[in-house]
Nanobody, 119 residues
Framework: QVQLVESGGGLVQAGGSLRLSCAASGKIISINVMGWYRQVPGKQRELVAAITSGGSTNYADSVKGRFTISRDNAKNTVYLQMNSLKPEDTAVYSC?????????????WGQGTQVTVSS
């Protein structure tokens, strides 16, 4: 079994910062892409940022220059540093991991963590 454990959400004022973490554990052979999505009630889930095993990154236009995704391959952990937060960043953030376990490629999602940015 593979588990993802997220941490780091919370309430912050506009202009503030938060750092999200997502650690994968279990019988993991390899991890390809790790990423963060967010969802607001009534809207589609959107990709915030993703990072490959080689370190290539991709960001939503709305967060470029403010958010930074990184990963620690030794710890199977992905981070999302969020700076200059805006009220429109308020959402439930979920990590996503594309991995190989039991010799099968699988996708795993974290439980989600609430990020609330007050104006």
């Amino acid at each position: 079994q593979v588990q993802l454990v997220e941490s780091g959400g919370g309430l912050v004022q506009a202009g503030g910062s938060l750092r999200l973490s997502c650690a994968a554990s279990g019988k993991i052979i390899s991890i390809n892409v790790m990423g963060w999505y967010r969802q607001v009630p009534g809207k589609q889930r959107e990709l915030v940022a993703a990072i490959t095993s080689g370190g290539s990154t991709n960001y939503a236009d709305s967060v470029k220059g403010r958010f930074t995704i990184s990963r620690d391959n030794a710890k199977n952990t992905v981070y999302l540093q969020m700076n200059s937060l805006k009220p429109e960043d308020t959402a439930v953030y979920s990590c996503y991991v594309d991995l190989v376990s039991d010799f099968r490629r699988q996708a795993r999602w974290g439980q989600g963590t609430q990020v609330t940015v007050s104006s």
